[in-house]
C-alpha cells in the first residue's frame, strides 16, 4: 500500500505511543519549559492554522532564525507538515550573508527568538522581500519589540489543536538550510518529506542504545543549522525526549542544565564538549545520568575522546554534512572491536565511523578512479543515499558541481575506508598540506599537538612556500603559559615523518570560529599566511 | 537524492557494518551450520548467478518450501535482488492447497528441503506448469533425490561470489505469501521492495531492544509464511545474528538450540512457546541468555505471559497479519507504566501493544462510523501503512473485498484501541459468538479458562441455539485428568455475566492447528457443532 512519507507522522506517532516523553526548553534565567509530545502536536496543529490563517502556501518558505527549544521543534513541524519549507537560518552567519540567504529564499514569514529580533528588524530595510515577522515569545515578552511584528503565543492562541494534516507527495519540500559557505555564496540544501523521513528511521536503526523511549538527548547542536542533526525528528520517532538547551552552550551551563534534566546522551562539536570537560573537572563529576555523547562536525581528537571515555561516557564520533540531512556514519564500535585491546578500541573510536544503512561511500583518485575500500587507498569521498540531497536550491551550476555523472555528491572530505567500513578523514581537501608533491594531514598533526598537556586548542594551517610550494603552520591555544614551540614540535616527531612536522608555531588565546562552530581555517590563513595577507591587501 | 530501496541493500550492509554477526543454522542431527553476513552475501551472490543462468528473469516467481535456515535466508535475498519474486509455500498446507498455489503463481522454480522433496515431487504431475525443483543440499544429500532435480550447492559452486545488483524501481514486487485462507481459495499478499525495507525500518526502530548487534534472535516463527515476522529482513538491517531452528520446534529441541546458541531474543507463536515453558520446568532453568520473547499470531494468554514474566523473560505480544508483512503492533510497555502496579503492568502486556510507526489503526461499526479510540468502542479493524498491501496478486475480487473507499485494509479483527494507543483485539470476527443479540468474546473466554490449573490448551466455539442464536463451547485439553466441568464453568463466573458463560465443556487429547500453526476453530465447529455436522452431511 503506497502511503507518502510524511514528516508530521513522526510526530503524531509520538504523541499517540510516548505520551510520557516530550520536549524540555531551558529559557534565559535558569527556568525550563515542559511539553509532552501530545502537547507539541496539539500546539503544532495550532502553529500550522496559523500559518494557513497568514496565507502561507504549499511550497513556500518560512524562516526559522532561532536557538533550540520547545517553539522551534514545533516551527518544524507546523512548515513542513502544512507543505511549506522550514528554512533555517544560522544567527552566526554575517548580515551580508543573512540578507543573501534570506532574498534568496524569498521567505514569507520569520520566526525568531526575541533576542534575534533586533538583528532581523535592522536587516529587513536591506531584503528585496517584506517577511513577515513574527516574535517567538507570548505578549508579556512582546514588550521590547516594535513595528510589525507578530506574537507566536498570539497568533496560535486561538486556533484549534487538531488539524487535517494535508497527503502531500513525499518527494514535496519541506526544509531548507544554507551552507555556510567558507568561499562563495551560501548554497541551501534542499530536503524533502522523503529524505528526512529515511534519515531519522536509518539514524535510529543506527543508534538504537542513544535514541529510544526513556532516553533523554541533548542537542547541542544547533535547530538552526543542519537540522540539529536529525535529533527533531529521530527523538519522536524513537519516543527519546529531547532537552533544548537554548543559546547557553557553556560548559557551566550544559552541566547544569544535563545534570537536572538527567540527560543521558548529548549531541554536539567538539569545542562544546571541551567546555563541558572543563566544567565536569572542576565538579569532579558527570552530570547525573550522562553516560552517552556524540559528537561531530568537526574531527574529535583522540584525547577529547579518551577522556570521556576514561569516566565511562560511550563516545560515539559520527560524521555528515549539510548536503546529508547530515549524517553519514556513526562510530560506535562493532562487536568485532569486543576483544580487542583498549588502545585498539580507542584508535578505531577515533574514526569517522562505518556508514549508516542508506547512506554508500565511494573514494576517488583526483584521475576520477575509484579506490579500493582497504584502509590505505585515500582519495576524493563521494557520497550517495536517500538522505543526500539532489540539489541545491535553486543553483544548477553549484548542483552541477557538486554531483558526478552517476549521482554521488562530492564531499570536499579527502578519506579512506577500512575493510570493515570505517572511514578515517584525512583532511578537508582543501585544509589538506600539499608539501614537496606529497600530503600532510593537518587533522593529524592536530590530533598529536591536542595530545601534549600544554596544549588546549590547536589548528594547523597550509602556509605558502616558495620552495615546498606549502609549509604546516601549527597555531595553538596553550592551557596555561605559553610552552616551547621546539619541545612541541618535538612531541610530534614521533608520529611523523621529520618533513610533515610544522616549522614553527603560533600562540593564540583563542580561535576564530565560523558560524557553525568550527575552527576557522580559512580567517586563520588569512591572518597568518604572509602570501595571503599580501594578496589581500 | 532519489535512490530505489532494495532489499539487498539489507544484507550488503550487514555484510559490511556487522562481520561478527551472522546467521546460525541447527541440521537434522543435532549439527549447527555458521555463516557471517559477510559469507551469507557471498553466497547470495552466487545464487543469484544460478538464478539468472537458470533463466529466471525479473518478475520471475521463485518459490520456496523449506523450514528456517541460513539457504532459505538466501533465497530471500538472491531472488529478489535479482528483480524476481520469492514465493514462500507453507508445506503445512493440503495437497489441494499447494497445487492451487503453485499454479495460480505459475512457479518458474521450486528451492525445497531434502525432507520435502517427497512431496513437492509427488504434487509435480498435477501442476498445469513444470517447475525446476532444486533441493536445497549439498551433492551428499542428494542421493535419495531422483528425477530432474538439481543440487543447491551444486548450482552456486562455480558462481562469483561479487554480483553486480540490478537497481530496480522500489515498488518492484519481491516476495508472495499465500493466506492459508480458512475459507475460500488462498490469496496471495504480494510485497515490494519498499513495503519490505520500510517494514524493516519501522521494526528496527519500534524493539531496539530485541534488534541490534550482539543480539542473537530465534525465528520460530517460519520463513515459510509470514516472512518470519520480518526477520530475515531487520536482522540483517540491526546487526542481530539469526539462529535457525529447523523443523524441530518441540520444547526440547527449542531449549537445547537456545541455550547452546545463546539465543537472547525468540519470536513465535503462543503454541510453541508452551512447550518450551514445559521444557524450562523439566530443567528447572532459562536457556543462557535468554530474556526476551516477542509472541503473537494467535492471542497470547495471560497466564503465558505471566509464567514467562516472572522468570524475568520480557514479553512483547505483538500483532500483524500476512497481509502486513506482517508487523502491525508491539507490547512493550511505555514509560507511562512504570510505575503501575505490576497487575496493571501485566494487564497491559496481555493487550495487542501499540501501533508500529508506518501502521494506523482505525475502527469501524458495522454501519461503517468510525469510532473513537477511548478504549471501549468495539468496532472492525482496518490498518493502512506503507506495510499493508495494496493487493492480492492477480486476485482483484479479493482485493476489492478487502480494501475499503479510503484505501484502508480490513483485518478481520474485532478491535478496540486505547487513548494511548493500545490494541485489544476482542475476536476475529469470524470467531465472536452472537448470543441473544450480544457479542461473547471466544478470546476473553479462552484466557479465563487458560488460567485454570487443569487447562493445558483450550478453545471457545459458537455452536448454533434454536433460541439464542448461538452458544460458546469451551473445548479444553486438559493437563492430566479431565477435571469437572461444573468446576471449570464456575471458575470463569467471576469474570463473565452468566449469559455469557459456555453452557458445556469438551475434552479432547489436542486441539486442530491451522498450517500456520494456529488454533482451527473452523475444524473443531465442523467436529463438535451438531448443526454444522448435520450440513456437511
Same mark, same amino acid.
Given at each position: 500500500?503506497?502511503?507518502?512519507?510524511?514528516?508530521?507522522?513522526?510526530?503524531?506517532?509520538?504523541?499517540?505511543?510516548?505520551?510520557?516523553?516530550?520536549?524540555?526548553?531551558?529559557?534565559?534565567?535558569?527556568?525550563?519549559?515542559?511539553?509532552?509530545?501530545?502537547?507539541?502536536?496539539?500546539?503544532?496543529?495550532?502553529?500550522?492554522?496559523?500559518?494557513?490563517?497568514?496565507?502561507?502556501?504549499?511550497?513556500?518558505?518560512?524562516?526559522?532564525?532561532?536557538?533550540?527549544?520547545?517553539?522551534?521543534?514545533?516551527?518544524?513541524?507546523?512548515?513542513?507538515?502544512?507543505?511549506?519549507?522550514?528554512?533555517?537560518?544560522?544567527?552566526?552567519?554575517?548580515?551580508?550573508?543573512?540578507?543573501?540567504?534570506?532574498?534568496?529564499?524569498?521567505?514569507?514569514?520569520?520566526?525568531?527568538?526575541?533576542?534575534?529580533?533586533?538583528?532581523?528588524?535592522?536587516?529587513?530595510?536591506?531584503?528585496?522581500?517584506?517577511?513577515?515577522?513574527?516574535?517567538?515569545?507570548?505578549?508579556?515578552?512582546?514588550?521590547?519589540?516594535?513595528?510589525?511584528?507578530?506574537?507566536?503565543?498570539?497568533?496560535?492562541?486561538?486556533?484549534?489543536?487538531?488539524?487535517?494534516?494535508?497527503?502531500?507527495?513525499?518527494?514535496?519540500?519541506?526544509?531548507?538550510?544554507?551552507?555556510?559557505?567558507?568561499?562563495?555564496?551560501?548554497?541551501?540544501?534542499?530536503?524533502?518529506?522523503?529524505?528526512?523521513?529515511?534519515?531519522?528511521?536509518?539514524?535510529?536503526?543506527?543508534?538504537?542504545?542513544?535514541?529510544?523511549?526513556?532516553?533523554?538527548?541533548?542537542?547541542?547542536?544547533?535547530?538552526?543549522?543542519?537540522?540539529?542533526?536529525?535529533?527533531?525528528?529521530?527523538?519522536?520517532?524513537?519516543?527519546?525526549?529531547?532537552?533544548?538547551?537554548?543559546?547557553?552552550?557553556?560548559?557551566?551551563?550544559?552541566?547544569?542544565?544535563?545534570?537536572?534534566?538527567?540527560?543521558?546522551?548529548?549531541?554536539?562539536?567538539?569545542?562544546?564538549?571541551?567546555?563541558?570537560? @572543563? !566544567?565536569?573537572? *572542576?565538579?569532579?563529576?558527570?552530570? =547525573?545520568?550522562?553516560?552517552? &555523547?556524540? #559528537?561531530? +562536525?568537526?574531527?574529535?581528537?583522540?584525547?577529547?575522546?579518551?577522556?570521556?571515555?576514561?569516566?565511562?561516557?560511550?563516545?560515539?564520533?559520527?560524521?555528515?554534512?549539510?548536503?546529508?540531512?547530515?549524517?553519514?556514519?556513526?562510530?560506535?564500535?562493532?562487536?568485532?572491536?569486543?576483544?580487542?585491546?583498549?588502545?585498539?578500541?580507542?584508535?578505531?573510536?577515533?574514526?569517522?565511523?562505518?556508514?549508516?544503512?542508506?547512506?554508500?561511500?565511494?573514494?576517488?583518485? @583526483? !584521475?576520477?578512479? *575509484?579506490?579500493?575500500?582497504?584502509? =590505505?587507498?585515500?582519495?576524493? &569521498?563521494? #557520497?550517495? +543515499?536517500?538522505?543526500?540531497?539532489?540539489?541545491?536550491?535553486?543553483?544548477?551550476?553549484?548542483?552541477?558541481?557538486?554531483?558526478?555523472?552517476?549521482?554521488?555528491?562530492?564531499?570536499?572530505?579527502?578519506?579512506?575506508?577500512?575493510?570493515?567500513?570505517?572511514?578515517?578523514?584525512?583532511?578537508?581537501?582543501?585544509?589538506?598540506?600539499?608539501?614537496?608533491?606529497?600530503?600532510?594531514?593537518?587533522?593529524?598533526?592536530?590530533?598529536?599537538?591536542?595530545?601534549?598537556? @600544554?596544549?588546549?586548542?590547536?589548528?594547523?594551517?597550509?602556509? =605558502?612556500?616558495?620552495?615546498?610550494?606549502?609549509?604546516?603552520?601549527?597555531?595553538?591555544?596553550?592551557?596555561?603559559?605559553?610552552?616551547?614551540?621546539?619541545?612541541?614540535?618535538?612531541?610530534?616527531?614521533?608520529?611523523?615523518?621529520?618533513?610533515?612536522?610544522?616549522?614553527?608555531?603560533?600562540?593564540?588565546?583563542?580561535?576564530?570560529?565560523?558560524?557553525?562552530?568550527?575552527?576557522?581555517?580559512?580567517?586563520?590563513?588569512?591572518?597568518?599566511?604572509?602570501?595571503?595577507?599580501?594578496?589581500?591587501?
Amino acid at each position: 500500500m503506497d502511503r507518502p512519507l510524511r514528516i508530521i507522522d513522526l510526530l503524531l506517532y509520538a504523541a499517540e505511543a510516548f505520551p510520557s516523553s516530550g520536549v524540555v526548553s531551558a529559557r534565559p534565567g535558569g527556568i525550563t519549559a515542559r511539553a509532552t509530545y501530545p502537547k507539541v502536536a496539539a500546539r503544532v496543529a495550532q502553529l500550522a492554522g496559523a500559518l494557513q490563517r497568514a496565507g502561507v502556501e504549499v511550497g513556500d518558505r518560512v524562516a526559522t532564525f532561532a536557538f533550540n527549544s520547545a517553539r522551534h521543534l514545533e516551527l518544524y513541524y507546523a512548515i513542513s507538515g502544512m507543505g511549506a519549507v522550514c528554512h533555517t537560518i544560522n544567527p552566526r552567519l554575517s548580515d551580508d550573508q543573512l540578507i543573501f540567504i534570506i532574498n534568496h529564499a524569498q521567505d514569507r514569514m520569520i520566526f525568531c527568538d526575541p533576542e534575534l529580533w533586533p538583528r532581523i528588524n535592522a536587516l529587513l530595510p536591506h531584503l528585496n522581500t517584506r517577511p513577515q515577522v513574527v516574535v517567538m515569545t507570548d505578549a508579556a515578552g512582546m514588550a521590547p519589540m516594535a513595528g510589525e511584528v507578530l506574537c507566536y503565543e498570539d497568533i496560535i492562541a486561538t486556533e484549534p489543536q487538531t488539524i487535517d494534516w494535508p497527503t502531500l507527495p513525499e518527494r514535496t519540500a519541506s526544509g531548507l538550510c544554507y551552507t555556510s559557505g567558507t568561499t562563495g555564496a551560501p548554497k541551501g540544501a534542499l530536503y524533502t518529506h522523503r529524505s528526512t523521513v529515511l534519515h531519522a528511521l536509518y539514524l535510529s536503526s543506527s543508534l538504537p542504545d542513544s535514541l529510544k523511549e526513556r532516553r533523554r538527548v541533548l542537542p547541542a547542536v544547533p535547530l538552526f543549522h543542519v537540522n540539529a542533526w536529525g535529533l527533531p525528528y529521530t527523538a519522536p520517532l524513537t519516543g527519546a525526549s529531547l532537552v533544548m538547551p537554548g543559546s547557553s552552550l557553556d560548559g557551566p551551563s550544559l552541566f547544569a542544565l544535563m545534570d537536572q534534566e538527567e540527560v543521558t546522551s548529548a549531541w554536539g562539536v567538539p569545542t562544546v564538549w571541551m567546555g563541558l570537560l @572543563d !566544567e565536569i573537572d *572542576r565538579m569532579g563529576r558527570l552530570p =547525573k545520568g550522562f553516560n552517552d &555523547l556524540v #559528537v561531530g +562536525g568537526s574531527a574529535a581528537a583522540p584525547s577529547m575522546i579518551n577522556r570521556f571515555e576514561d569516566m565511562g561516557v560511550n563516545v560515539c564520533h559520527a560524521w555528515g554534512m549539510t548536503e546529508m540531512s547530515p549524517i553519514g556514519s556513526q562510530g560506535n564500535l562493532t562487536a568485532h572491536y569486543d576483544h580487542a585491546p583498549l588502545s585498539e578500541q580507542r584508535a578505531q573510536k577515533a574514526k569517522q565511523g562505518r556508514r549508516m544503512f542508506g547512506v554508500d561511500f565511494k573514494i576517488v583518485s @583526483d !584521475e576520477g578512479v *575509484r579506490l579500493p575500500h582497504d584502509g =590505505k587507498a585515500v582519495g576524493n &569521498l563521494y #557520497v550517495r +543515499g536517500n538522505s543526500v540531497i539532489s540539489a541545491y536550491y535553486n543553483n544548477a551550476p553549484a548542483t552541477t558541481d557538486a554531483i558526478d555523472a552517476e549521482g554521488w555528491f562530492f564531499t570536499g572530505d579527502i578519506a579512506k575506508v577500512d575493510p570493515d567500513g570505517y572511514l578515517t578523514l584525512v583532511d578537508r581537501a582543501k585544509d589538506l598540506i600539499k608539501s614537496g608533491g606529497e600530503w600532510i594531514s593537518s587533522i593529524d598533526l592536530e590530533n598529536a599537538a591536542l595530545s601534549h598537556a @600544554d596544549v588546549a586548542q590547536c589548528a594547523v594551517i597550509a602556509v =605558502k612556500d616558495d620552495k615546498w610550494g606549502e609549509r604546516p603552520l601549527l597555531v595553538v591555544v596553550p592551557v596555561g603559559d605559553a610552552p616551547d614551540p621546539a619541545v612541541l614540535i618535538e612531541h610530534l616527531a614521533g608520529s611523523f615523518a621529520r618533513w610533515q612536522l610544522p616549522d614553527s608555531v603560533v600562540f593564540m588565546e583563542r580561535l576564530p570560529l565560523t558560524a557553525t562552530g568550527k575552527i576557522s581555517k580559512l580567517t586563520l590563513r588569512a591572518e597568518l599566511d604572509p602570501a595571503m595577507k599580501r594578496a589581500a591587501r
